[in-house]
């Protein structure tokens, strides 16, 4: 594990490299084309001849953008894709070798890409019948990829490995807009990068001390409870500085390309873009592109410290992921019809299913919307009962709370498959769903009792 971990790092490290000489090739064309070939190479390291997997999924893709109505083309495209995903991951059963972990990784990104360059042509068309004047936002939304366009999407080196996940329109505008020779790259880089090196210190040492093979071995089940109950925090720690350490070298990639750049004033959120298309407007009126002051927001996939020091679980979750959970938010949870509760289990099950087969992806996602109920029951009886100094306590407590139910969902997302998950949690007496629901029900006695008086 180590040893892939220091390969995988280092091929995004060597892709942070080359990223500034692609963003200086004068031709565009030629700049296009030595992304797409550095990113084909950097797959084909990864995947050997596993990387059919991703050729054939664009092949198919720009086919169905080129073939199919743009009525039905996120539709046709999203059954594919996540069909395909569920072959991809299941080869074994057809008498197929199984591929490389980290081409997962290659695959699940690219998922996400084609099926959101699909809706994206959607979402266009929906803009243009509802309001045919929105002349600024059609003009700033509007795309035309062509067959050779997605392939270039599809393996342009910038979030090829790991992500972030971003729009064709984003990818589109790192070529045919001026944000990205003017934005002072390297400037963004460096203050990016600088943290990662303690991220990666902190997994290797967190590893030797709590290596993750510990937490499904029969030795972990000897020790005390108070034991097994710990051992999850720091399992979880490595998992999550492992995985800053990724999402933050994956963001520098595109920084050092001048992908994502905006200026400020358009508002970038990660994922989605501008959302301030009067600004871009008016910027390209004053043509005064080294003087603006720029933001990479659009490809930000996680906060500088993850969601270590968000002291509620709702907002824990928001700052990991952030262009993943923006392309669920948008292409799932916002398009569907029905309750919220309803929408947000439906949309951390696709999560789980984007994520691979495994229960325990399963198990530890579609736990999340209980802990959120019940953090929102909670949340409304401190808001009605408690003082300023009690709200400050809380926050300390919940924080703690909100680390160790983190720690103890993600134990599921590590171990996987069904028998380990529920054999651990059943060493622990599912504490934490049963702790939880304790808590639930602390809180709606008090909010009753509330209404009652």
Known sequence: MILDDIIYISLLCSSVALAPIIRNVPNLHNRKLFSTITGLVVVFIVSGFHIIHPLFVTFINALILLICSRRVCHIVSAIFCFVYLAFFRSTHYFGLPIPPPHTNAIQMILTLKMVGIAFEIKEEEELQAKDPNSEIQIKYRKIKPSFFDVFHYAFCIAGVLIGPY?????????????????????????????????????????????PLELASSPELLKQPFWYRVY??????????????????LGECVCIAMGLGAYPKSSNPLPGAGPTNYA???????????????????????????????????????????????????????????????????????????????????????????????????????????????????????????????????????????????????????????????????????????????
Request: glycine letters at 4%; charged letters at 15%.
């Open 166 to 210: 971003y729009k064709y329109r984003t990818f589109s505008d790192m070529f045919y807009l001026p944000y990205s020779s003017y934005v002072p790259a390297n400037r963004y880089l460096i203050q990016r990068i600088q943290i990662v090196p303690f991220y990666v210190l902190l997994y290797l040492v967190g590893n030797f001390l709590y």
């Open 279 to 453: 600004a871009l407007e008016e910027l390209e009126k004053k043509q005064s592109w080294s003087s603006v002051e720029y933001s990479f927001e659009t490809v930000n996939n996680i906060y500088e410290y993850g969601s270590e020091f968000w002291p509620t679980i709702r907002e824990g979750i928001r700052a990991w992921n952030r262009t993943v959970q923006y392309w669920l938010a948008c292409f799932v949870y916002k398009r569907l019809k029905a309750p919220k509760p309803v929408k947000m289990l439906i949309t951390m099950m696709v999560s789980s299913f984007w994520h691979g087969v495994h229960p325990g992806y399963y198990l530890c996602l579609c736990s999340a919307p209980l802990f959120l109920f019940v953090e929102m029951e909670v949340e409304k009886a401190m808001s009605k009962h408690a003082t300023y100094l009690q709200h400050v306590l809380f926050d300390w407590i919940w924080w703690v709370i909100k680390m160790q139910s983190f720690s103890y969902m993600g134990m599921a997302f590590l171990l996987l498959d069904i028998q380990s998950c529920l054999h651990f949690w059943k060493s622990i007496y599912f504490c934490g769903h049963i702790f939880i629901i304790l808590i639930y029900f602390v809180a709606f006695w008090f909010n009753k009792k509330e209404k009652k008086d």
């Open 231 to 248: 051992y999850m925090t720091p399992s979880f720690f490595n998992f999550r500085m492992r995985i800053y350490a990724g999402f933050i």
